[in-house]
């Protein structure tokens, strides 16, 4: 033997370098920059400071959401009723708004209702061993159907007496020109991934996803974890939707259909692996903002509308079949 | 010498089902002791009962002489008894510091503000594993290591605290033959720190290569006790078929 145990056992696997260039979330950054440069030149209206502007914004919405969604997906769960949450938070926010009350009671309100219902959520997937599919497949459903009781299906623009406060909050740019919406998504970008990686918390959500049972065994307290990450989801949906409220100046009661699979296509995009134990917080951006410029720069390249959902259903498969070469290489 | 743990009278039952039956022995430090028999003659349910995931039905348990009652897992752990589980329980998406420490995890900081800390888990991780005498590396996923190496990941975790007995349920079962050396020794090394051993295993070899005493269970009760060099395989085969009744 020429190494010594000592060696072997201080040995790194890789370095920082193999690191990257095995990161699925660095690959598709760099298809984002790629496309990005390309479409600077491709087009004259691509790189002006009002379509960057309309593109981060964009992006922070699903973004957002993507950051709940993909510490979800690494336990292995998945939540489907984001888009009704953040339409039933949106749509209580304005109704309390609406009512007269001040903005902090708004917020609270719709935040509660996102905390509320991702506990239930939670305790049933938890405590009860519902699968998270049908649970949020429910809650889906439910949802949406209370913002239409709320607003008894209508249409709400008017905001009270904080009604400009709300609009400043959603469509200001107050710090270098940089929309609000995308200060929020940096600052809890950079939360949740702190949280994923320098906290026993975070550790327990990747135990999780790893071996549910042998979390358990070791005494790790999987059910409330459980319970903790779909509150996490929903209240990111709830964010979403003040922020969303804030922004559009309106709530209806179809905002946030559908959006769940763009949330879970992000996710994926950026790494986050559907069986579990696997995703980051730089990832769940990354794929939120690979879909924005797919979406953007088909219009701006005159490219049919009805084209967008095989570019963006092609990202997927081909983000997943990066990693499917990848462990397929390892296993050999 | 001192018992560790000393059983007494110990049976139990989920409802009519007699699972464990009147079996009592002691566990010394430093003496590892096969545990053999057939499938359901209630060696892992004894075993539970050890590491506090069943309570016992009757009879008392006394650990250095005190009375021992465990209501979880955790308890148990409190106490020194730590547990190999027969899957291992380990996270293939995680490191295998990470493993080791799981559900005991290091921090750093001030009050509230407390991070991972991973230097000091990879650290003493390493000196575990350089203690065991296994090429591991902290670092690396638990995803990529074999089945010998994996062992010495869940073996790692029993050495965390200052163990005092180490149950192990069939540590041989699935891993190659020189796998299978390389445990042995892990076992080895566990005797040399003076910590109890209970080895379930089906495998006559093993058990006859590392343990210095032989229990073993026929439906529900003890139907042998004594030093591994009183024995041989084939009087325990008898025992464990029934061809022998009782020694």
Redesign the interface.
Known sequence: MTTT??Q??????QNWLGAILGSQTVWILLSVILACIFLSFATDSFATAKNLYNITRNVTFVAIIALGMTIVIITGGIDLSVGSVLCLCSMVLAVVMHAGYSIEVGIAASIGTALVVGAFNGVLIAYLGFPPFVVTLGMLSIARSLAMVASNNTVVFQFGPDHDRLLALGGGAWFFGIANPVLYMIVLALFTGFVL????FG?YV??I???E???T????PVQGIKVAVYMISALSAGVAGIIQTGWLGAVTTNIGAGMELQVIAAAVIGGANLAG??GTASGALIGAALIEVIRNSLGLLGINAFWQGTFIGGAIVLAVLFDRIRNFR?SE | MVAVLELTNISKHFGAIQAVNDVSFALEAGQVVGLMGDNGAGKSTLVKMIAGNFRPSHGTMLMDGRELALHR??EA?QHGIEIV?Q????????TAA?NVF????L?RGVGPL???DYKSMYRRA?EI??EL?S???????VK?MSGGQRQAVAIA?TMLSEAKIVLMDEPTAAISVRQVAEVLNLIRHLRERGIAVVLISHRMPDVFDVADRVIVMRRGRKVADKPIAASSPEEVTGLITGAIEQV
Do not use: M, S, Y
Request: charged share 30%; aromatic share 4%; glycine share 10%.
């Open positions: 145990l000592d072997t056992i201080k040995q790194k696997q990686r320098w906290t026993k550790r990747f135990a996803g790893g071996n049972h042998a979390a065994l070791t005494g790790v134990g696997v390892q | 897992p955790v752990r589980h899957d291992l329980a380990l996270c293939n998406n995680l990470a799981l559900g005991r995890e921090r407390k991070v991972l390493g594993f350089k005498k090429e591991t590396r902290p670092r690396d996923l990529q975790r």
